[in-house]
């Protein structure tokens, strides 16, 4: 009940290609999905979050889709970049960020 | 504004000795929690400290405990260390509420021999 689901594990795309990254929840109770980007070394930064009662959510290159019906987001990234190249990792947690339940990741590399 | 810092970065201890991390969060937040992160079972949430008190908890055996302080910072301890304890931890703080932002530290990385 409180796992989310993300794919594809590892992502290949050229410079200036869409990146697009799954995940999939069952708990209704979440009501806040985050995506974070980690970079190795460092923690996780947070890079957009959206709350079920929008279906899209935009910040430059990021746009996060939202279909609650389905019980799924995803996240797209316009124009990939290499230095893009990151771990993106979806998350869901009800109420309030302090308690997420993670996806599994997905290693993203941009090629030059 | 200074991020969430963690000390010590890395640690190397032995099988059965016990581990202290710590965790100051950014100026003015009250929530802090702690996540495990390892290649097998991903990013995991372990428990999450308000106001010096023990709000949620994920998981994870008893040799995993914490506490904070009255000025929001924590620590996390690992007792009888087995090497399945070796991960990085990784302290986020936010400020109480809804929907608002976790951000995270570097992590500390243990290592468990």
């Known amino acids: 009940q409180q796992q989310v689901k993300q794919s594809p594990q590892s992502l290949i795309v050229q410079k200036g290609g869409i990146s697009i990254i799954n995940c999939a929840y069952e708990?209704?109770?979440?009501?806040?999905f985050p995506w974070y980007q980690q970079f190795p070394g460092k923690g996780p930064a947070l890079l957009i979050a959206?709350?079920?009662?929008?279906s899209e959510k935009k910040e430059g290159r990021f746009t996060i889709s939202f279909n609650k019906s389905a019980k799924q987001f995803s996240l797209h990234i316009m124009d990939s970049q290499p230095g893009d190249s990151a771990t993106y990792f979806c998350?869901?947690?009800?109420?309030?960020?302090?308690?997420?339940?993670f996806g599994s990741g997905t290693q993203l590399t941009v090629l030059p | 504004k200074a991020g969430v810092t963690q000390t010590p970065r890395y640690l190397i201890k032995t099988r059965g000795q016990q581990v202290t991390l710590s965790c100051s969060p950014i100026?003015?937040?009250?929530?802090v929690s702690w996540y495990q992160q390892t290649p097998g079972q991903g990013l995991q949430f372990l428990f999450e400290?308000?106001?010096?008190?023990?709000?949620n908890k994920g998981n994870f055996p008893g040799r995993f405990s914490g506490r904070q302080f009255s000025n929001s910072r924590s620590e996390m301890n690992v007792s009888t260390l087995e090497l399945g304890d070796s991960a990085l931890y990784l302290c986020?703080?936010?400020?109480?509420?809804?929907?608002?932002?976790?951000?995270f530290g570097q992590g500390t990385r243990l290592t468990v021999v």
């Open positions: 998350a869901a947690t009800p109420g309030s960020a302090r308690q997420l339940t």
């Open positions: 100026s003015g937040h009250r929530s």
């Open positions: 708990n209704t109770a979440f009501d806040y």
């Open positions: 986020a703080s936010s400020y109480p509420g809804t929907m608002t932002e976790a951000f």
């Open positions: 959206i709350r079920p009662d929008v």
């Open positions: 400290y308000f106001s010096e008190t023990q709000r």
